[in-house]
C-alpha cells in the first residue's frame, strides 16, 4: 500500500468544513458520475452496435479512481476563472460532469467514442462540453497548465484592464503520468518564473497501464516536487480511517497500512473484505482491541474501512482545497484505489479492463437503476431531484455557463516597416522586422510576446529583447549593465517586459506558445505569440506542437537556421525533415521564404492570419482555409544572399502568401522549369543563367510555400471527387502548372527531403528530377556541402541533362 513512512504532510484528521446538507449533495452527485461514466463506457462496448468487431475502451478503473477527485472540483470548489487540464483516462467522468452541469447531452455521451460522439480524451476542438485544455498525449496537459500559469501572470504584468479575475490553473494528473520527462522540464521553468496560481493532483492509485508502480515512489515526488519550490500536500487517509487510528490500537493499524507493499494492497483491494480480515488477523491477532476492533466490522465494512483513502474521501479532500495557498504551486498526493467502487479495484490488469455484462449488472442494481433510464441524470439517488437542480444551478463553477472567451482581433498593417541591405539572409531579415516591431508603440505590436529556449540571441531576437526587455514576475535588474561591462544584449527582466526566456527545452517552447496562443480563449486578451528555436530541434517538441496545434493555438514559429546551408555547425544541427514535418502538420502553415521581401509579406499576413476564427469555406480562389485561421511556422536561413530590388505588389503578394509564384515565367516553348524552394534560390538562378542554349528558355517557380500550394491541390480535388469534374475553380498551383508545356522537364531543389517538392509533377503529369538532402549533413562550407549533396548549379544542370534523356523531351 501507500508507502509513505512518515507522518509528516498527511491530512489530519479534523471537523469537515462543508455542512452535512451540503455534503449529502455532493456525494449524491459522486455517486451519479460514477454511474454515467462506466454506464457510458458500457454502453460504447456491449450494447452500441459494431461493425469491424474491435474493443472501443474507456477505462472504467481510471474513471472510477478521480470520481471524487472530480466531484469535489466540478461542484464546490472551482469558480469559473479556474482552468482545468483533466487526466486522459478520466475523460468519461468529466463528460458525464458536464451532463449534469448542463454542457452535455445524452446523444454525445451514447456516440462516446464514435464519431462526432464525447471524446475519447478531454479536447477543446473536437468535443462540445467545456473544455479547458486538451489532453492525451499524457503529461502534456498537466505542463500546460504551469505556462498558463506564466501567461496569466504576463498579462498581469502588462496593465491591461481585464474583465476576468486570476484563476487556478488546475492539472488532475495520473500517477503514471509523471514518468513523462517533459513533466520535470515544466517544473524547472516554472520555478525560473516563480509560478504561482498552479495546482497539481494526483491521482495516486499506485497502477500504471501494466503493473503496479516501484515500492518508495511517493517520497521521490515528495522530494521532486519541493525542490522546485512546491507546497506538498499529501492527503492520505479518509476520515473513517482517522477515526480508526485513533481507537486503541489504532497506532498498530497505521503502522500495517504504512509498511504494507503497494502490489499486496492491491490484491487484498481486489480480494475483498475476508481477504482483509484473514490477512489483518493473520499479522496484528491478539492485538486486543485492535482485533476486537477488526472482528467488529463484516466483510463489507471491513472492504469500505480498508479502502477509505483520501482521495475517495469527501471531508479530507475539501478540507485540504479549501486551505491550500494560492502564492505558490501546490501539489495534492491523492491516495487513490484504480477502480474504487468496482469489481475492478485494486487489480493489477484493471487498465484497460471493462466489466462484464454480468458485473454491470450487479452494477446497475447497487446503484438502483431502472431499465430504460440509464441516462437519466437523478435516477437512483435518495436526494430528491428537485433539490439536486437547485444545488447545481447554484454551482460556483457554473455560475457563468460554458467558459470560453474571446478577444478582438488587432488590426495588422498590410505591409511591416524593415531596413533592407543588398546581401541578406531569412534569419537576420526576420530580426531586422522584429527590431522594428519593437520600435512601434501600435496596438498589435505591443500583443507580441516573444518566446525562446536560450537561443533568443543566435535566432535574430536580441534587437527585439534589448527594445522590449524580458518578462518576469519579479523585477531583476541586469548586472551587466549596472556594473557597466559592455554587452549586446540588454537583460532586464521586469513584470513589463514581452520576452519569456526558457531554457533549452523544446518541450516547453511549444507548451509556452500553446498556453499564449490560447490567451484570448483562456482570458480573454489577444496575444501574438512568436517562437524561434534551432530549425533541427522542432522535432525535439514534436510531441507538444501537434498538441499545441490540435488545441488550436495560434503562434508564430521560426525555425532557423535550417538545412546543410548551416554548413559548419555539421549534421547535429542541420534539418533535413523539417519541410515535410510543416506539410504533414494540421493547423499549421508552414512558409521557407528565399527573398526578405518575401519573408516581410508573409509575416505581416501572419500576424493576422493567427487571430482569425471564422468558418471552414476554403474559398475557390486558393482552396485554402483562410477563414479559419491557424498557426504559422518560418523555415529560414543563415545564407546571406543578394537580394532583389523590386517592390511587392499586392498581386504578388497574395501569390508569395498562397506558396508561389513565376520568378520568370515559362512560354509555351519552354522545356525546362526549375522549381526551388528556401536558400537555394541563388543556385537556381547561376544554373538557368549557364542554360543558355535550353530550347523555349527556363522556367523559375520560386515556391513559398510547399505545405500551402499541396493542401490548395488537394482541397481542389477533393471538391472535384465530392461534386465531379469542372465544379471547382482550380487551385493555386493548378494555374501556376498550366502554363508549363506538359513534355517540359520539372526540376525541384530545397536544402531538405526531395519529396517536399517532387510531388510538383503530379499536377499535370510533369517528369521530375527531384534534387534535395536525404541523408544527415556533416560540417563543410556552404559551397562544399551543396556540392557534396547535390544542391548546387553544377548538381542542376547535371539533372535537366539527365532528365532531358527522357522520351519526347527537347534536349538542352
Known sequence: MPDDRSAAATAAASPPTVDADRLAMLSALERKALWLSHWMIHNANHLRPKHDGLKVGGHQASCASMVTLMTALYFHLLR??????????????????????????????????????????PSRTKDTDDVDISTGSVGLGAAQTVFASIVQDYLDGKGWKRDWPDGRMIALVGDAELDEGNIYEALLEGWKNHLRNCWWIIDYNRQSLDAVVREGLYARFDGVFRAFGWEVVTVKYGHRLQEAFAQPGGDRLREWIDACPNQLYSALTFQGGAAWRKRLLDELGDQGPLQAFIESHSDDDLQALMTNLGGHDLPALLEAFETAPTDRPVVFICYTVKGYGTPLAGHKDNHG???????????????????????????????PA???????????FNA?????????????PERLTWRPAETMSTQ????????????????????ILTTSPDVASNTGLTGWINRTGLFSRLPQEDTFKAEKVPSMQKWQLSPEGRHVELGIAEMNLFLMLSAAGLSHDLFGERLLPVGTLYDPFVMRGLDALNYACYQDARFILAGTPSGVTLAPEGGAHQSVGTPLIGMAQDGLAAFEPAWVDELEAILAWSLDYIQRDGSDPAPEHDWLRDEKGGSVYLRLSTRGIEQPSRTL???????????????????????????YQGAVAPNVLEAASRMTTTPGGVGILSVTSADRLDAGWRAAQRTRRREG???ARPSHVERLMARVPRDALLVTIIDGHPATLSWLGGVRGHRVQALGVEHFGQSGSIADLHHAYGLDADAIVAAVAEGGRGEGFRQV
Open 80 to 121: 469559473p476563472e479556474d482552468r482545468v487540464a483533466v487526466k486522459p483516462h478520466a475523460s468519461p467522468v468529466f463528460h458525464a460532469i458536464q451532463y449534469l452541469l448542463g454542457h452535455q447531452s445524452v446523444d454525445k455521451m451514447k456516440d462516446f467514442r464514435s464519431l462526432g460522439g464525447a471524446q475519447s480524451y
Open 353 to 383: 479492463g471493462i466489466m462484464t455484462p454480468e458485473q454491470m449488472a450487479a452494477f446497475r442494481q447497487a446503484h438502483r437503476i431502472r431499465d430504460g433510464e440509464e441516462w437519466a441524470p437523478f435516477e437512483g439517488l435518495e436526494t
Open 386 to 396: 428537485a433539490e439536486l437542480k437547485t444545488f447545481l444551478k447554484d454551482v460556483p
Open 400 to 412: 457563468k455557463g460554458r467558459r470560453r472567451l474571446s478577444a478582438p482581433r488587432v488590426s495588422v
Open 428 to 447: 537576420a531579415g526576420f530580426g531586422t522586422l522584429m527590431d522594428e516591431l519593437g520600435r512601434s508603440k501600435d496596438d498589435y505590436a505591443t500583443r
Open 649 to 675: 505588389d499586392k498581386p504578388l503578394r497574395d501569390q508569395i502568401v498562397a506558396g508561389g509564384y513565376w520568378l520568370r515565367e515559362p512560354t509555351p516553348a519552354t522545356s525546362v522549369v526549375l522549381a
Open 725 to 727: 469534374e469542372g465544379r
